[in-house]
C-alpha cells in the first residue's frame, strides 16, 4: 500500500462508515466495531508493521495523515486507531527470542483481525504514565502482574494490551518492563464504564489485572528497558498522532463553522451569517490561520521523525502541547460563531469542543510537555 492509497482508504471509511454514526455514538457511548472491521479489511490496521508480518511498512507521515482524516469524521475511532497503532508498533519492536512467539499476533493485526491497544496509565501514578505502581513478581517462565489500569481506550474491545509494571528487580519509580497480554488472560477484567465529556465512543475504561500471569515469551521489552521503548519509540508516535487527532477536530470545526455561516440566514437581512457580519468572518479566518499553522507544525514534526536530528525530541514535546492548545481555541471560537445553534447541539461542533479537550489532559498532558520544555531548555533533568 502507499501513502496516498492510505489516505484515501481513511476518506473512504470517514464518509462511508464514521461520519453517518459519530453522532449517535458519541450520544450513547457506543464503540464503534464496524469502524474497526473496516480499517482492518481495508489493512490500515497493519499500517507501519514490517512487510514480512504483512504490513504495509509505512511511516508517520502516513499514520498522521490517516488519524487525522479519521478524526475529521469521528475521533472517537481515531484515538482508537492511534492507540492501536502504538500497540502494534510496540509489539513489533519486541526483543529478539520474544519476536517468534509475538509473530502470529502481528500477522493478525496485518491480517486486519486483530486490535491492540496500550495500558500504561494507572490509578496510583495517574498521569505519570512512566512511573508504573504496580510491579511484576517473577513465577515459574514469567511473571504475575496485578495492576489498576485507569483509562485504557478500546478496553473490552481490543484482542490485546500492551501492559507496563515495575520489573521485578527494578529498584527505581521507571525501572519498568512492558508485557504483551491478550484479552482473554485470566485475571484480566474491565473495571468500570467509560463516560467522559468527549471521546465518548472510544471505551476509555480502567482495567484491572489480578495476578495476570504473563510467560517471558509475552515480554516485549527486557527488564526494566520499558521506560526507554516508552521514551523513544511510543511518545513520538504518540505526540505526533495526537497533534494529528487535534487537526482532524480543527478541520472540522472550519469546514462545519463555514458551513453554518453560509446556510444560517437573518431573513428580515435577506444575508447570511456570513455575508452579514465580518466579526464572524474574521473569526473564521484566525481559525483557518490556526489550523494551518498546526498542519504545518505536524508537517515539520514528520520532518524530523524522518530525518532525526538535535531538535527532534523538542519538536515531539512542543507538537502535543501545541496542538492541544490549538484545538481548544479553534473549537471553542466554533462554538461562539455558532452561538445557539451549536449550544443547543443541533450540529456537531459541540461534540468536536468536548473532544477537543481529551488532547490536553492524554498524557503526557499539556501542562508536563511545557514543564519537560521548559526544563529541557534549563537544562534541568526531566526525571
Ligand atoms: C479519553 C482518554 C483516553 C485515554 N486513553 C489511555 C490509554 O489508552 N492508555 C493509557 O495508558 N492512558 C490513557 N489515558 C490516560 C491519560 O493518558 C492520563 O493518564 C489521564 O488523563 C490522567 O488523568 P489524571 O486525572 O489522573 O491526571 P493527574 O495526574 O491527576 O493530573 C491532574 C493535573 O495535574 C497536572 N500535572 C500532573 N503532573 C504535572 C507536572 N509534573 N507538572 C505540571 N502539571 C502536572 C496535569 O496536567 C493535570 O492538569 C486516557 C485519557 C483520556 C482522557
Known sequence: ????????????????????????????????????????????????????????????????????????????????????ILGATTISAARPPVADAVTPTLREIAAGRHLSTLAFSEAGSRSHFWAPVSRAHRNGHGVFISAKKSWV??????????????????????????????????????????????????ASAPITLEECQVSSDFQITDDGAGFQTMLNLVLPL????????????????????????????????????????PTLRAQLAAMQIDTDGLSARIEDLVDHLEKPRETTMLRVLESKAAAGDVAISVTSAAMRICGGAAFSKHMSIERLFRDAHAGAVMAPTGDVLREFIGKSLLGIPLF
Not at 163 to 177: C, F, N, R, W
Open 1 to 84: 500500500m502507499t501513502h496516498d492509497a492510505a489516505v484515501l482508504k481513511a476518506q473512504e471509511i470517514a464518509s462511508r462508515v464514521l461520519a453517518p454514526s459519530a453522532g449517535q455514538n458519541d450520544k450513547t457511548g457506543r464503540f464503534s466495531t464496524e469502524a474497526v472491521e473496516s480499517l482492518g479489511q481495508s489493512g490500515l490496521l497493519g499500517l507501519m508493521l514490517p512487510a514480512d508480518v504483512g504490513g504495509s511498512e509505512l511511516g508517520p507521515r502516513t499514520f498522521a495523515a490517516v488519524a487525522a482524516t479519521l478524526a475529521e469524521a469521528d475521533a472517537s475511532v481515531a484515538m482508537v486507531y492511534l492507540m492501536h
Open 153 to 202: 481506550t478500546s478496553a473490552g474491545h481490543a484482542q490485546s494490551y500492551v501492559v507496563s509494571s515495575l520489573a521485578p528487580e527494578g529498584s527505581g519509580p521507571t525501572d519498568s518492563t512492558l508485557y504483551l497480554l491478550p484479552a482473554g488472560t485470566r485475571g484480566l477484567s474491565v473495571a468500570g464504564p467509560w463516560d467522559g465529556l468527549g471521546l465518548r465512543a472510544n
Open 238 to 277: 504518540f505526540n505526533l498522532g495526537s497533534a494529528a487527532v487535534s487537526l482532524g477536530l480543527c478541520r472540522a470545526a472550519v469546514a462545519g463553522t463555514a458551513s453554518h455561516l453560509k446556510s444560517a440566514k437573518f431573513e428580515h437581512l435577506g444575508q447570511s451569517l456570513g455575508e452579514c457580519l
